[in-house]
């Protein structure tokens, strides 16, 4: 082939594989950012958090830190991912020969190397480096494959044209580099230029037993050569239209990442005649979900470990973020063309479907949640699943007004006694009678506010925890006071619940009821009230210092303010600990419970089968503890199950919601006589 001919050729093919690239990317980033502005908006804009995304980006996307929560696939990932950076500089140098290496014979065009302008040998070097790591990028496509299609592993798709496209694309370029490459190494005209490697000259010696001769080399070097770079092309037009984008869009959604809490949803701005109640057309919602879309790669990791479809619900994290992918790329332009054209808000909401309904995002599946963020935890690729269902519950409760017929009751409950159980707000300190403990009225000179919560004031079960814990300190000779009747629901189910103007009405009487105070310190054995007052309530002028009482209790330990009797009896009985959402994968408070159940059981700590960041949560949370589950498959019975098959006679909780669920589990279980529930407070109390 001429020179000319060949730059030619090679050019138009450049430009234009780059061009439709730039412009597929481009135009589904634009569509992205026609989505609402996120919380964290103006703090983007104005760089600050940089440090925070750079790390984001470092960790999440070049050292796969999310993928290695599944060893095994993680590393088979990083064969492949690393493959492709290994990669860069192989496929620069055909880019580069074929581009502007006008200068060059037709032998150094397919030679070319820009580490060989440094040296020779570094060259040799990265090039047997290429060959081995093609190997390893074949044996991770094997292993995805074998998944996918053979072992039909839970959450994958197997009719999935897609993926063997792209997995034939990547496949193709290993194997026409390393028959290249050993092509070359008998060549009568590119031999010269070969790495000779062990690699490269073992399948040069194969071809030569086969009856390849050198001419035939060479021209089976070239077709390789071509056949790579054209992979390489058909590989740009076709990645950032399919679910293989997630090369590009997911390093996008780790740099874009915010440092707020994990567990902070976003507010509302209720003054603003124009804001935004929630999500339900494509344009409502938040820029961020809708990058998600095109980020997932569709691995179903949030979908194997989501509890709700653990047990048959109709709730499949993947689909709510896959349909918002659809749902963008069908309306979206539509909603584009219409602001170009000047049209009104109302001429644009016109325009498009709902996302809610049967086209997209069931009601059912959007009520199904827990919001135990396990899916988020799951996911590879930094997608939030909840904070783009909770938007959708916005919705449905502050625009629409239609939400299951049981959270009704809790509403009006948390609005008219504050507290979803709807006894009587007179009576929040009753539970304390006979105890000593003072209200905030009475005595605010305190070194600690104890949140008692409305579980722990209201609910039977949860009081019995409330006086262990009122034990503890007063052994300990805390200094604390209670607020009484002036206490208010937390909000946090009014909010997960999509109730987001209730919400805010009891978070801001609560805070300024503790700024009132001069509230500093407050301490809870609510994980749901302890992420709430912690993470949300800042928002609204409320900065404390927000303790567990999991924390708490294991530091009195600590500095020996409580001292606890121990027999050897109480050794011989194993305790199983459950995992509340809102501690744990919420605020990363794993230890400290287990530290206390060691403590109290001798080290004789019993670990269910999904425990730490997988536990499976109780089923209570994201406002389920008011709500009928969807079906006869339980996520408390699953869970419970769990921890009475560790064989333990006590399973130990540290939330009111899992002292609820687990013990109607253990109910339901016939094991009433066998394993007690008991709040880690009570498992301490006992021996003090």
């Not at 609560?510 to 928002?539: L, R, S, W």
Request: glycine share 8%.
């Amino acid at each position: 082939m001429d020179t000319i001919l060949f730059h030619l050729i090679f050019t138009v093919l450049f430009v234009i594989a780059n061009v439709v690239f730039a412009k597929a990317i481009l135009y589904r980033v634009s569509l992205v950012f026609s989505g609402q502005k996120a919380s964290f908006h103006e703090d983007f804009r104005e760089h600050k958090n940089l440090g925070f995304r750079i790390k984001s980006f470092l960790f999440n996307v070049l050292l796969q830190k999310k993928n290695f929560q599944e060893p095994l696939r993680g590393i088979m990932h990083a064969f492949i991912f690393y493959g492709f950076i290994t990669y860069l500089i192989h496929t620069t140098n055909q880019m580069v020969a074929g581009v502007f290496g006008y200068w060059m014979n037709m032998n150094e065009l397919y030679s070319f190397s820009l580490v060989a302008l440094i040296s020779d040998k570094l060259n040799h070097v990265y090039e047997f480096a290429v060959q081995g790591v093609s190997f390893l990028v074949l044996l991770g496509l094997g292993f995805f494959a074998w998944r996918r299609w053979v072992a039909r592993a839970k959450g994958l798709d197997v009719h999935s044209p897609a993926s063997a496209i792209v997995i034939g694309m990547i496949a193709t370029l290993m194997v026409s580099t390393l028959i290249g490459e050993g092509a070359k190494s008998i060549s009568s005209t590119f031999a010269e230029h070969s790495n000779q490697s062990f690699i490269a000259a073992g399948l040069g010696n194969s071809f030569s037993l086969m009856g390849l001769s050198s001419e035939g080399a060479d021209l089976l070097f070239k077709a390789m050569w071509w056949g790579h770079i054209l992979t390489v092309f058909t590989f740009m037009l076709y990645v950032p239209t399919s679910k293989h984008g997630h090369l590009i869009y997911a390093p996008m959604n780790y740099f874009f990442a915010t440092d707020t809490p994990r567990g902070q949803l976003s507010k509302i701005n209720l003054e603003d005649e124009n804001a935004i109640w929630g999500s339900n057309k494509v344009q409502d919602f938040p820029w961020p979900s809708l990058m998600d879309g095109l980020s997932c790669i569709e691995c179903g990791r949030c979908q194997v470990q989501c509890p709700a479809n653990r047990t048959g619900k109709v709730l499949n994290p993947k689909s709510i973020i896959v349909e918002l992918k659809h749902a963008l790329m069908e309306q979206m332009p539509a909603v584009v063309e219409a602001k170009k054209a000047g049209k009104t808000a109302e001429e644009i909401m016109g325009l498009e479907s709902n996302v809610i309904g049967d086209k997209y995002i069931s009601e059912e599946a959007i009520w199904g949640c827990t919001t135990c963020y396990a899916c988020v935890e799951a996911c590879p690729v930094g997608n939030n699943q909840v904070n783009a269902i909770v938007e959708m519950r916005r919705n449905l409760v502050l625009a629409e007004s239609r939400f299951p017929a049981e959270l009704q009751g809790a509403f009006t409950n948390m609005e008219n006694n504050s507290n979803p159980w709807g006894v009587g707000a007179h009576t929040r300190a009753d539970w304390a009678e006979g105890l000593g403990v003072k209200t905030m009225a009475e005595d605010k000179d305190v070194d600690v506010l104890y949140w008692v919560g409305c579980a722990g004031a209201f609910d039977e079960r949860s009081k019995s925890t409330a006086r262990s814990l009122v034990k503890i300190m007063q052994k300990a000779n805390v200094k604390f006071g209670i607020l009484g009747t002036e206490e208010s629901c937390s909000g946090d189910s009014a909010r997960r619940g999509g109730n987001e103007y209730l919400y805010q009405t009891l978070a801001q009487a609560n805070v300024d009821v503790m700024n009132g105070y001069g509230v500093k310190k407050v301490v809870t054995a609510c994980p749901h009230c302890y992420n709430t007052i912690k993470n949300e309530y800042p928002q609204f002028g409320g900065n404390f210092e927000v303790v567990h009482h999991s924390e708490f209790i294991n530091q009195l330990l600590d500095e020996k303010k409580i001292k606890m009797d121990i027999t050897v009896e109480d050794t011989k009985n194993s305790v199983a600990y459950h995992d509340p959402c809102y501690l744990g994968r919420y605020n990363d408070g794993y230890e400290n419970p287990r530290s206390i159940v060691n403590a109290v059981s001798g080290n004789n700590l019993k670990e269910a089968e999904d425990h730490h960041s997988k536990s499976l949560c109780c089923g209570a949370g994201g406002a389920q503890m008011w709500m009928e589950e969807q079906n006869n498959d339980r996520v408390n019975n699953k869970r419970t199950a769990q921890l009475i098959e560790t064989g333990a006679s006590t399973i130990a909780v540290s939330c009111p919601f899992c002292m609820t669920m687990m013990t109607d589990g253990v109910k339901t279980a016939g094991k009433v006589d066998e394993v007690k529930v008991k709040d880690i407070a009570e498992l301490v109390a006992e021996k003090i």
